[in-house]
């Protein structure tokens, strides 16, 4: 099986122009944001939903696992929809889902309709990482596409910040479900802007079918699954989500422990580490316009996390210097970001865009479904220092397996990476 991806570019010689690229990235992006500021709605109101239902934190925490362990299957199957037929439909469904899962949430009676309209949620938030790629990797001209995958990086990370900076202060003036609910508002209007502007997110049919063979002689659908770089990617991806699971979770808290922050500074670690990821990715964007250094980016970018890390660790830091540094891991770790795209870009064969980025980035939602069972643990137990070890550790892993993506790509397939 050839293993090179196709031309980013359908739209014929000359290519897309720069507005188009741009406002096709800038569609795909603001539905991306939509899709992380749902996986953090229910998370920042736990303290009302704790008391609403008469439920415990391990009950709450089993939502958000349904959700990703459902976004998980659902991001798995969707590739082969994409493939098959067009992402359009597909990213509409998800943020439609999306949408029905937050009101689903508001108005939820019982902590049975809390998991219901978690599974809901989960659906939806499956289909957007083969839809996006699917789109960028065919439409997107190819010295634009670091750019693309920067600014899909960006609204990620504004989205996760956005969900608590919305629905805390809706929930604190005036009540949970109305904060559940203007986030549903919010997820369908963007439905409804990405409707109008549908006409900048089609790919015939006819294209969708060329480029995956299917006009042709055809392959087994599930022969790419015969590709190492492929299960690379995979491996990379859960651990990935492991390191921002922990970051997102419990490394706040966890350095609270260790250098006595007030409390409130705790949700500032959080928000500054996501805002200076997402300049990091501005600058990882430009520095992966170069596709064969993408590995020594990932490489520096998450040395440098894990470096800060064990700072925070082992330092005796003052309570004021404990976001900055998380503001320093966070540019580190996003810095990283354009270039860990381009990883599966370059091993992705030109017929299965769509299948290789829904089984890949499933590990992503399976490594934000078991970490936190590790690292709650760790918490749970004062092993505060142990968490931030724990960390650098996993971003460590990363470093290691950024390079074994590259050396497996380079294996036949059949054979076994060294």
């Given at each position: 099986m050839?293993?090179t991806a196709a031309?980013?570019?359908?739209?014929?010689?000359?290519?897309p122009?720069v507005?188009q690229?741009?406002?096709l990235?800038g569609?795909?992006?603001?539905?991306?944001?939509i899709?992380?500021?749902?996986?953090?709605?229910?998370?920042?109101?736990?303290?009302w939903?704790k008391?609403?239902?008469?439920?415990?934190?391990?009950?709450?925490?089993l939502?958000?696992t349904?959700?990703?362990?459902?976004?998980?299957?659902?991001?798995?199957?969707?590739?082969?929809i994409?493939?098959?037929?067009?992402?359009?439909?597909?990213l509409?469904?998800?943020?439609?889902?999306i949408?029905?899962?937050?009101?689903?949430?508001a108005?939820?009676?019982?902590?049975?309709?809390?998991?219901a309209?978690?599974?809901?949620?989960?659906?939806?938030?499956?289909v957007?990482?083969?839809?996006?790629?699917?789109?960028f990797?065919?439409r997107?001209a190819?010295?634009r596409?670091?750019?693309?995958?920067?600014?899909?990086?960006?609204?990620?990370?504004?989205?996760?910040?956005?969900a608590?900076?919305?629905?805390?202060?809706?929930?604190?003036?005036?009540?949970?479900r109305?904060?559940?609910?203007?986030?549903?508002?919010?997820?369908?209007?963007?439905?409804?802007?990405?409707?109008?502007?549908r006409?900048?997110?089609v790919?015939?049919?006819?294209?969708?079918?060329?480029a995956?063979?299917?006009?042709?002689?055809q392959?087994h659908?599930?022969?790419?699954l015969?590709?190492?770089?492929?299960?690379?990617?995979?491996?990379?991806f859960?651990f990935?989500?492991?390191?921002?699971?922990?970051v997102?979770?419990?490394?706040?808290e966890?350095?609270r422990?260790?250098?006595?922050?007030?409390?409130?500074?705790?949700a500032?670690c959080l928000?500054?580490?996501?805002?200076?990821?997402?300049?990091?990715?501005v600058?990882?964007g430009?520095?992966?316009?170069?596709?064969?250094?993408?590995?020594?980016?990932?490489?520096?970018?998450?040395?440098?996390a894990?470096?800060?890390?064990?700072?925070?660790?082992?330092?005796?830091?003052?309570?004021?210097a404990?976001?900055?540094?998380?503001?320093?891991?966070?540019?580190?770790?996003?810095i990283?970001?354009?270039?860990?795209?381009?990883?599966?870009?370059r091993?992705?064969?030109?017929?299965?865009?769509?299948?290789v980025?829904g089984?890949?980035?499933?590990?992503?939602?399976?490594?934000?479904?078991?970490?936190?069972?590790l690292?709650?643990?760790?918490?749970?137990?004062?092993?505060f220092?142990?968490v931030?070890?724990?960390?650098?550790?996993?971003q460590?892993?990363?470093?290691?397996?950024?390079?074994?993506?590259?050396?497996?790509?380079?294996?036949p397939?059949?054979?076994?990476?060294?």
């Amino acid at each position: 099986m050839r293993t090179t991806a196709a031309p980013a570019s359908s739209s014929g010689p000359a290519g897309p122009t720069v507005r188009q690229d741009a406002v096709l990235i800038g569609l795909v992006g603001l539905a991306h944001g939509i899709s992380h500021f749902s996986q953090l709605l229910l998370a920042p109101l736990f303290p009302w939903l704790k008391d609403a239902f008469q439920v415990g934190y391990a009950e709450l925490g089993l939502v958000l696992t349904v959700f990703f362990v459902v976004s998980c299957l659902v991001q798995a199957g969707a590739g082969f929809i994409v493939d098959r037929y067009s992402p359009r439909p597909v990213l509409f469904a998800g943020l439609g889902l999306i949408a029905l899962a937050a009101v689903g949430y508001a108005l939820a009676q019982s902590y049975w309709m809390l998991l219901a309209s978690a599974v809901v949620g989960g659906i939806g938030n499956g289909v957007f990482h083969p839809v996006d790629y699917t789109l960028f990797n065919r439409r997107v001209a190819q010295t634009r596409l670091g750019h693309a995958y920067s600014v899909h990086g960006i609204t990620g990370s504004l989205g996760w910040a956005l969900a608590p900076a919305m629905v805390v202060p809706l929930a604190v003036a005036f009540s949970w479900r109305v904060a559940l609910l203007a986030a549903g508002a919010l997820a369908f209007a963007v439905l409804v802007l990405l409707w109008f502007q549908r006409s900048h997110l089609v790919i015939e049919k006819k294209a969708v079918l060329q480029a995956t063979g299917h006009a042709g002689p055809q392959e087994h659908s599930l022969a790419f699954l015969q590709i190492p770089a492929v299960w690379m990617c995979f491996a990379f991806f859960f651990f990935y989500a492991a390191s921002l699971s922990v970051v997102q979770a419990f490394a706040p808290e966890a350095a609270r422990q260790l250098h006595g922050m007030p409390v409130a500074l705790v949700a500032a670690c959080l928000s500054i580490y996501m805002v200076c990821s997402a300049g990091g990715m501005v600058l990882g964007g430009f520095l992966a316009s170069d596709p064969s250094r993408c590995e020594r980016i990932v490489g520096i970018g998450f040395g440098l996390a894990a470096a800060m890390a064990l700072v925070l660790a082992f330092a005796g830091l003052p309570a004021q210097a404990v976001p900055a540094l998380f503001g320093a891991m966070g540019f580190s770790a996003g810095i990283s970001g354009p270039s860990r795209d381009l990883l599966v870009k370059r091993s992705t064969p030109a017929n299965a865009t769509g299948r290789v980025y829904g089984v890949v980035y499933a590990g992503l939602d399976i490594g934000q479904a078991l970490a936190p069972l590790l690292f709650g643990a760790l918490m749970d137990h004062g092993r505060f220092r142990d968490v931030l070890v724990g960390l650098a550790v996993v971003q460590g892993v990363l470093i290691v397996s950024a390079f074994n993506v590259r050396r497996a790509r380079r294996t036949p397939v059949g054979a076994v990476p060294a």
